[in-house]
C-alpha cells in the first residue's frame, strides 16, 4: 500500500467516493483524524445482499412503482417477494447505464439501445435516487460499524467531501447533470456555496491511483523499468510513460501518464484522456442481433427466448471465451429443446467460435485505434500498458490485444487484482498524485 503521512488538517472529515457504474456500483469512504494516517475504507454492507464483507459492491437496478417512486434498489431488487411484487403492481425495472446522462456520437449506437428511462424521470433524477441510497446504505454502515459511530457522524455529516466520477472525455452537460443529481440525492443542501464539496474527476484517474494504492505500491514483479540488462549496467529512468485502459460495460478509457518513479511517485498526464463507446455490453449487443438474426425462422426466435439467450451469452459464453477455434454454446432450455438445423440440442444453442470472436472485434480494433492515438499525440515514450477493469478479465480480449500490431513494442499487462474505482477516488483527494492534466478537469 501507498505510504501516507499523518492528516494535517485542524478537524475531522469524511471523503465519500460513489462509482455508480452500469453493472455493479459501490462505497469507499476515509475518515481523516488531526495527527493520523489517513485509511481508505470500502462500505461492505448493503441491505438484502447475500454475501456480506469484503469487496462488496451492489447491482445498479432500480424498481419505480407507476407513481415513480422508488421501491427497491441494488441487492434488493433479486429478492423474490419483491419481484413477485413487482410483476403484480407493474413496477418499472431500470439497469443504470452511464449513457442515460448523454454520450458522444457513434455509429453503432441509437436510443433504442439504452433502457428507457421512468414515465416522468430524467436522467439526473434517477441517478439522484441511486446516490440517495447508497448515501443513506453508506451512513448505516459508518454507524454501525465504528466505535461510537453515531458521535463520529455527526461530527462531520455538515461537511462530507464528495468524489463523483464519470467517464473520460465527459465535460460540461455531463458533468452538470451529476450535480444535478447531487443535489436531488441530498449530499449537499442547495446553494452554490456547497457545490465546491462535490468533486468530479474522470474514471481514468480515479483508475490510476487505485493501481497505486492497491497494485503497483505492493507488488515487486510490476513490469515498470524492467530490462533484460545486468543491474549494474541499467541506468533507472526518473520516469516512464505508461497507458491504462480502464475496460468496463459501456466505455473503455484510457489515459496517458508520465509516471515519476522516485519519491515521492507522482503522474502527469501526457496526452488527451480517451474514451471509447466499444464495453463488453457491445459485445453481448452484437451477439444478441447474430442470434435475433439466426433464429428468425426458428421455432426458438421468440423475442422472449432470443433474450434468454442474450442473457446466458452475457454472463456466460462472453466472459469465458478465449479460442476463436472452439466451438461456443449457449444454454438457454432443457434437454428437451432441440432444432438441428440451427444448432440447437439439449436446451444449447451452438455458435462458431469464429462468429463469437467477430463480436469482439470492433472493441479491439477501438482500443488499438485510441491507444495509438494517445501515442502520437505525446512526446514521451510509452512502453506499458494496463489493462484493467471487468472486461479486461476476458482472455481473448487480452490476448488479441497482446498480438495486435498496435501493442508490437508495448508491455501489455493484466492485473490479477480487481481495482476499486472508489478506492481510487478517494485517493485523489488526498494523495494528490497527479500533478497535472492535459484536458479540462472539473474539481
Not at 423474490?80 to 442515460?100: G, M, S, T
Not at 510490476?222 to 516512464?240: G, H, M, Y
Not at 498480438?403 to 499487462?413: G, N, T
Amino acid at each position: 500500500m501507498l505510504s501516507r503521512q499523518p492528516y494535517q488538517g485542524q478537524s475531522r472529515k469524511l471523503v465519500l467516493a460513489f462509482d455508480v457504474g452500469t453493472t455493479y456500483s459501490g462505497v469507499s469512504y476515509c475518515i481523516l483524524d488531526p495527527g493520523k494516517v489517513p485509511k481508505i475504507l470500502g462500505v461492505s454492507r448493503y441491505p438484502a445482499q447475500e454475501h456480506v464483507g469484503g469487496d462488496s459492491r451492489i447491482p445498479s437496478i432500480l424498481y419505480y412503482d407507476q407513481q415513480g417512486v422508488v421501491r427497491a434498489t441494488g441487492s434488493e431488487t433479486s429478492q423474490p417477494h419483491i419481484i413477485e411484487q413487482a410483476e403484480d403492481e407493474n413496477w418499472v425495472k431500470l439497469e443504470w447505464r452511464e449513457l442515460h446522462l448523454g454520450h458522444m456520437a457513434s455509429s453503432h449506437i441509437n436510443d433504442d439501445d439504452i433502457p428507457p428511462l421512468p414515465m416522468g424521470k430524467s436522467a439526473a433524477q434517477v441517478l439522484g435516487d441511486f446516490m440517495r441510497y447508497l448515501f443513506t446504505c453508506t451512513r448505516t454502515y459508518i454507524v454501525e460499524s465504528h466505535a461510537r459511530g453515531v458521535t463520529l457522524w455527526r461530527s462531520v455529516e455538515n461537511s462530507i467531501e464528495f468524489v463523483l466520477m464519470h467517464p473520460n472525455g465527459w465535460e460540461g452537460l455531463q458533468q452538470q447533470q451529476i450535480r444535478r443529481a447531487a443535489g436531488l440525492a441530498g449530499l449537499i443542501p442547495s446553494g452554490d456555496e456547497h457545490q465546491a464539496r462535490i468533486h468530479l474527476l474522470t474514471e481514468g484517474q480515479a483508475i490510476v491511483h487505485s493501481y497505486v494504492n492497491n497494485i503497483f505500491a505492493s507488488e515487486s514483479n510490476i513490469p515498470i523499468a524492467c530490462s533484460d540488462e545486468p543491474e549494474d549496467e541499467v541506468e533507472e529512468p526518473e520516469s516512464q510513460g505508461v497507458v491504462v485502459i480502464d475496460a468496463g460495460r459501456s466505455t473503455i478509457n484510457l489515459s496517458a501518464y508520465s509516471m515519476k518513479l522516485s519519491p515521492p511517485m507522482s503522474f502527469e498526464e501526457v496526452a488527451p484522456a480517451e474514451c471509447c463507446l466499444e464495453g463488453s455490453g457491445f459485445v453481448t449487443q452484437r451477439a444478441h442481433a447474430f442470434i435475433k438474426d439466426k433464429l428468425a425462422n426458428s421455432r426458438y426466435g421468440a423475442p422472449e427466448i432470443v433474450q434468454q439467450m442474450k442473457d446466458a451469452f452475457d454472463t456466460t459464453t462472453r466472459v469465458r471465451f478465449r479460442d476463436p477455434g472452439e466451438p461456443q454454446y449457449i444454454k438457454f432450455g432443457t434437454v428437451h429443446d432441440k432444432d438441428p438445423q440451427y444448432n440447437i440440442r439439449s436446451g444449447q444453442l451452438k455458435l462458431a467460435g469464429e462468429d463469437v470472436a467477430r463480436f469482439f472485434e470492433p472493441s479491439v480494433e477501438e482500443i488499438a485505434r485510441a491507444f495509438e492515438k494517445q501515442r502520437r499525440g505525446t512526446a514521451v515514450s510509452i512502453q506499458h500498458a494496463f489493462l484493467v477493469g471487468g472486461y479486461a478479465a476476458n482472455d481473448f480480449l487480452y490476448s488479441r490485444l497482446q498480438i495486435h500490431p498496435a501493442f508490437s513494442d508495448v508491455h501489455l499487462c493484466r492485473p490479477a487484482r480487481r481495482l476499486r474505482k472508489a478506492d481510487g477516488a478517494v485517493s485523489f483527494c488526498i494523495d494528490y498524485l497527479v500533478t497535472s492534466r492535459t484536458s479540462g478537469f472539473n474539481a
